[in-house]
């Protein structure tokens, strides 16, 4: 866990930096490129988002864990996924933007049990089909020809549409709520083309809501306080 919140940290440092750079360097250019000014004097931008991801838990052991006999060690390991979504984007002037991406996401994210004997060793493995709303808020830089930096930050839902029939068919497992909510910041390069602004983008999110279901029953669950989910994403969003 640690190394994938270290890459994390230094992708949105690199574009946050990147970022500041462009925003310096293009305070006194005015070369615009064609492919800008075709977009420019659009206040509304609709397109197609899609992205690969790494997601995980963030765990809070409880109490119990300290004292408990079996467990030694919980954790979450990483799995992949993917997102698409639908992009809505209207222009707040020259340098905001609000957006909202309804988006469908497919995870894949695991427990792991440690015990103190090898018989006592089990991994949870959550596979979940998320629908997602995220609001957000993005902030550009000046244009330099057909080039533009940007950050981008926000709040997400999500709800997992595979949790009941998952909870139906694990009854020996922890229990996670369907309801998820979480912040985002990110950061991305626009490319205005002839007919499309393409843009890739890396972004981080966090859940702010703990989404255990405690179960006084299961060893598994009683060991832990909190779950919160967490991801890193990189998106290519195609907008026109």
């Given at each position: 866990?640690?190394?994938?919140?270290?890459?994390?940290?230094?992708?949105?440092?690199?574009?946050?930096?990147?970022?500041?750079?462009?925003?310096?360097?293009?305070?006194?250019?005015?070369?615009?490129?064609?492919?800008?000014?075709?977009?420019?004097?659009?206040?509304?931008?609709?397109?197609?988002?899609?992205?690969?991801?790494?997601?995980?838990?963030?765990?809070?052991?409880?109490?119990?864990?300290?004292?408990?006999?079996?467990?030694?060690?919980?954790?979450?390991?990483?799995?992949?996924?993917?997102?698409?979504?639908?992009?809505?984007?209207?222009?707040?002037?020259?340098?905001?933007?609000?957006?909202?991406?309804?988006?469908?996401?497919?995870?894949e994210r695991n427990i792991s049990y440690t015990g103190y004997t090898?018989?006592?060793?089990?991994?949870?493995?959550?596979?979940?089909?998320?629908?997602?709303?995220?609001?957000?808020?993005?902030?550009?830089?000046?244009?330099?020809?057909?080039?533009?930096?940007?950050?981008?930050?926000?709040?997400?839902?999500?709800?997992?549409?595979?949790?009941?029939?998952?909870?139906?068919?694990?009854?020996?497992?922890?229990?996670?709520?369907?309801?998820?909510?979480?912040?985002?910041?990110?950061?991305?390069?626009?490319?205005?083309?002839?007919?499309?602004?393409?843009?890739?983008?890396?972004?981080?999110?966090?859940?702010?809501?703990?989404?255990?279901?405690?179960?006084?029953?299961?060893?598994?669950?009683?060991?832990?306080?909190?779950?919160?989910?967490?991801?890193?994403?990189?998106?290519?969003?195609?907008?026109?």
């Open positions: 866990m640690y190394h994938l919140s270290s890459l994390q940290t230094k992708a949105i440092a690199f574009l946050l930096t990147l970022f500041s750079a462009g925003h310096l360097s293009g305070q006194g250019l005015k070369n615009y490129g064609n492919n800008y000014r075709d977009f420019a004097g659009k206040a509304y931008y609709f397109g197609l988002s899609f992205g690969v991801n790494r997601s995980n838990y963030q765990i809070v052991h409880s109490r119990q864990f300290i004292g408990n006999e079996s467990i030694k060690i919980a954790e979450s390991n990483d799995g992949p996924g993917f997102t698409v979504g639908i992009i809505t984007n209207m222009k707040i002037g020259d340098y905001f933007d609000l957006r909202m991406i309804p988006s469908f996401s497919f995870v090898n018989l006592e060793d089990n991994m949870t493995r959550i596979e979940s089909t998320f629908f997602e709303v995220p609001f957000q808020v993005r902030y550009k830089s000046k244009p330099y020809k057909d080039v533009k930096l940007y950050v981008v930050s926000g709040l997400k839902y999500g709800f997992d549409i595979s949790s009941k029939s998952r909870t139906k068919r694990l009854t020996d497992q922890i229990r996670l709520s369907p309801h998820d909510f979480s912040v985002e910041a990110g950061a991305g390069i626009q490319f205005f083309l002839p007919y499309v602004i393409f843009s890739p983008e890396l972004k981080f999110t966090q859940g702010i809501g703990n989404v255990l279901i405690y179960r006084n029953d299961l060893q598994e669950s009683t060991v832990l306080e909190k779950i919160l989910s967490r991801a890193f994403t990189i998106s290519f969003h195609f907008e026109g």
